[in-house]
Protein backbone atom coordinates (compact mmCIF):
# COMPACT_ATOMS: atom_id res chain seq x y z
CA UNK A 1 0.00 0.00 0.00
CA UNK A 2 1.18 3.54 -0.62
CA UNK A 3 0.13 6.72 0.60
CA UNK A 4 0.68 10.13 -2.10
CA UNK A 5 0.09 13.51 -0.54
CA UNK A 6 0.31 16.67 -3.16
CA UNK A 7 0.92 20.35 -2.12
CA UNK A 8 2.01 23.54 -3.93
CA UNK A 9 -1.29 23.75 -5.95
CA UNK A 10 -2.75 27.58 -5.46
CA UNK A 11 -3.71 30.96 -7.77
CA UNK A 12 -0.90 32.05 -10.17
CA UNK A 13 -1.51 34.69 -12.94
CA UNK A 14 -0.94 33.19 -16.20
CA UNK A 15 2.85 33.42 -17.25
CA UNK A 16 3.54 32.29 -13.79
CA UNK A 17 4.97 29.45 -12.02
CA UNK A 18 4.01 26.70 -9.29
CA UNK A 19 5.72 23.37 -7.71
CA UNK A 20 3.89 20.80 -7.09
CA UNK A 21 5.41 18.32 -4.53
CA UNK A 22 3.97 14.84 -3.43
CA UNK A 23 5.04 13.07 -0.80
CA UNK A 24 4.63 9.23 -0.66
CA UNK A 25 4.82 6.76 2.08
CA UNK A 26 4.09 2.90 2.76
CA UNK A 27 5.55 0.70 -0.07
CA UNK A 28 9.31 1.32 -1.25
CA UNK A 29 8.90 4.13 -2.69
CA UNK A 30 12.16 4.51 -4.73
CA UNK A 31 11.25 1.53 -6.89
CA UNK A 32 7.81 2.51 -8.72
CA UNK A 33 7.48 4.27 -11.62
CA UNK A 34 5.38 7.93 -10.87
CA UNK A 35 2.84 10.34 -12.46
CA UNK A 36 0.81 13.49 -12.75
CA UNK A 37 -2.56 13.61 -14.06
CA UNK A 38 -5.09 16.38 -13.63
CA UNK A 39 -8.63 17.16 -14.21
CA UNK A 40 -10.51 20.57 -15.06
CA UNK A 41 -13.96 21.00 -14.25
CA UNK A 42 -16.01 18.63 -16.95
CA UNK A 43 -13.34 17.26 -18.58
CA UNK A 44 -11.40 13.92 -18.29
CA UNK A 45 -8.40 13.40 -16.17
CA UNK A 46 -5.56 13.94 -18.22
CA UNK A 47 -2.07 12.31 -18.02
CA UNK A 48 0.65 15.75 -17.89
CA UNK A 49 4.06 13.81 -16.83
CA UNK A 50 5.57 10.50 -15.43
CA UNK A 51 9.37 9.48 -13.87
CA UNK A 52 10.87 6.45 -14.00
CA UNK A 53 11.99 4.98 -10.78
CA UNK A 54 15.22 5.97 -11.18
CA UNK A 55 14.47 9.49 -12.31
CA UNK A 56 16.33 9.31 -15.24
CA UNK A 57 13.64 8.91 -18.17
CA UNK A 58 10.94 11.44 -17.72
CA UNK A 59 7.56 11.67 -20.00
CA UNK A 60 5.38 14.64 -21.28
CA UNK A 61 2.13 15.26 -22.61
CA UNK A 62 2.75 17.37 -25.32
CA UNK A 63 0.76 20.38 -23.92
CA UNK A 64 3.21 20.92 -20.98
CA UNK A 65 6.49 19.54 -23.00
CA UNK A 66 8.83 22.50 -22.60
CA UNK A 67 6.91 24.61 -19.57
CA UNK A 68 6.27 21.01 -16.89
CA UNK A 69 9.44 19.65 -15.22
CA UNK A 70 8.91 16.31 -13.54
CA UNK A 71 11.53 15.28 -10.96
CA UNK A 72 11.96 13.35 -7.59
CA UNK A 73 14.16 12.81 -4.13
CA UNK A 74 14.06 9.73 -3.62
CA UNK A 75 15.68 10.03 -0.36
CA UNK A 76 12.77 12.53 0.63
CA UNK A 77 10.48 10.16 -1.05
CA UNK A 78 9.06 13.25 -2.56
CA UNK A 79 7.80 14.01 -6.66
CA UNK A 80 7.71 17.38 -7.95
CA UNK A 81 6.25 19.31 -10.65
CA UNK A 82 7.92 22.33 -12.01
CA UNK A 83 5.48 24.36 -13.66
CA UNK A 84 6.62 27.47 -15.40
CA UNK A 85 4.50 29.74 -18.22
CA UNK A 86 1.26 28.64 -17.11
CA UNK A 87 -1.79 29.14 -18.98
CA UNK A 88 -5.50 29.33 -18.32
CA UNK A 89 -5.98 25.99 -19.92
CA UNK A 90 -3.53 24.54 -17.23
CA UNK A 91 -6.01 25.05 -14.12
CA UNK A 92 -7.32 21.68 -12.74
CA UNK A 93 -7.08 19.36 -10.00
CA UNK A 94 -3.20 17.86 -10.32
CA UNK A 95 -3.01 14.05 -9.18
CA UNK A 96 -0.10 12.34 -8.26
CA UNK A 97 0.08 8.69 -8.75
CA UNK A 98 2.07 5.53 -8.77
CA UNK A 99 1.68 1.46 -8.87
CA UNK A 100 1.57 1.32 -12.82
CA UNK A 101 -0.11 -1.63 -13.86
CA UNK A 102 -0.76 -0.57 -17.51
CA UNK A 103 -0.23 1.71 -20.50
CA UNK A 104 1.00 4.95 -18.40
CA UNK A 105 -1.31 7.41 -20.11
CA UNK A 106 -4.13 5.84 -18.83
CA UNK A 107 -5.79 6.98 -15.37
CA UNK A 108 -7.06 3.35 -15.19
CA UNK A 109 -3.49 1.97 -15.16
CA UNK A 110 -2.11 3.30 -11.69
CA UNK A 111 -3.15 1.42 -8.72
CA UNK A 112 -2.58 4.73 -5.92
CA UNK A 113 -3.83 8.43 -6.27
CA UNK A 114 -3.46 10.79 -3.98
CA UNK A 115 -6.44 13.63 -3.00
CA UNK A 116 -5.30 16.69 -5.36
CA UNK A 117 -4.24 19.87 -5.37
CA UNK A 118 -5.71 22.57 -7.20
CA UNK A 119 -4.25 24.94 -9.06
CA UNK A 120 -5.98 27.83 -10.60
CA UNK A 121 -4.36 30.24 -13.68
CA UNK A 122 -5.88 33.81 -13.89
CA UNK A 123 -5.52 35.67 -17.13
Known amino acids: QVQLVESGGGLVQAGGSLRLSCVAS????????MTWFRQAPGKEREFVAA????????YYADSVKGRFTISRDNAKNTMYLQMNSLKPEDAAVYYC????????????????WGQGTQVTVSS
Open 97 to 112: AAGLIGTMTFPASWKY
Open 26 to 33: GRTFSSSR
Open 51 to 58: ISWSGSST
